[in-house]
């Protein structure tokens, strides 16, 4: 940490390479372990960004096919303004905990179509709320050098006290004796959803980004247009 208030800024995290596709589920946990050291849990994350990327993934029904979507939009307004979509298989096997390998392909490549680079991402998933505290918000963040947080619509580990009914209220979830997430109600009465931290943010500026992006529905404004694209996209390439 600088000693003197007229150091510059340090540089966002640069990108990290993706390591090979792994063949066997042994493989993945290796990479979930190996880029784990790389998370960075201090950075607080931007109070302000400017835009907010939604990422969200269709499967066709058979589970051979899946689009990938990324809106971009003006955390002012929640307009759309940038988007881009990637069509292909998925790319591992479907096993418990290693669902990011099956669509971080895809998702990296809609990412890279897009012409707008957003100051955060908010995936459909999760991130240290994870049995490896590894989730897909992890993994994009790490792999992208951007902050990174997960919203998801169920839990994957943890044990919670429902918070109170009200919007805004939360409750820690705990998996192990660590907190590795919030339970967040996002409207009146309606059920929570589970955010935990990706990369680069801090869970309290996480909450906050998603009541910002949650001002009518349950669901953040950045999954609800990613998931209605990648489902057109789906729907054309069927």
């Known amino acids: 940490m600088s000693s003197g208030s007229k150091q510059p800024a340090p540089a966002a995290p640069a990108k990290q390479p993706a390591p090979a596709a792994p063949a066997t589920p042994a493989e993945a946990v290796a990479v979930q372990e190996e880029l784990r050291e790389l998370v960075d849990l201090v950075g607080p994350g931007p109070a302000a960004p ?3 990327a939604g990422l969200d993934v269709a499967y066709a029904q058979s589970g051979d096919l899946l689009a990938a979507a990324v809106t971009v939009l003006d955390a002012r307004t929640l307009a759309v303004v940038d988007s881009a979509v990637s069509v ?4 591992f096997e479907y096993v418990p905990g290693l669902f990011a390998f099956r669509e971080l392909p895809a998702l990296l490549a809609a990412l890279d179509r897009l012409t707008t680079v957003p100051d955060l991402l908010v995936c459909d998933g999760h991130g240290l709320a994870h049995p490896r505290r590894f989730g897909l918000a992890c993994h994009l963040g790490v792999v992208t050098g951007l902050p990174a947080i997960g919203v998801g ?4 580990v943890g044990e919670w006290v429902p ?3 009200e919007r805004g209220s939360w409750s820690p979830l705990r998996d192990g004796g660590e907190i590795v997430g919030r339970v967040l109600r996002t409207q009146d009465g309606v059920k929570p959803v589970f955010v935990s931290v990706g990369h680069r943010m801090s869970l309290d500026n996480a909450t906050a980004q998603v009541l910002a992006l949650t001002p009518r529905y349950r669901l ?3 999954t609800r247009t990613a998931d209605r694209l990648c489902r057109d996209a789906l729907a054309d390439a069927e």
């Open 163 to 165: 918070p109170s009914a």
């Open 220 to 222: 953040p404004e950045t």
């Open 50 to 52: 400017a835009t907010v």
């Open 153 to 156: 619509k169920t839990p994957l």
């Open 88 to 91: 292909g298989r998925p790319a």
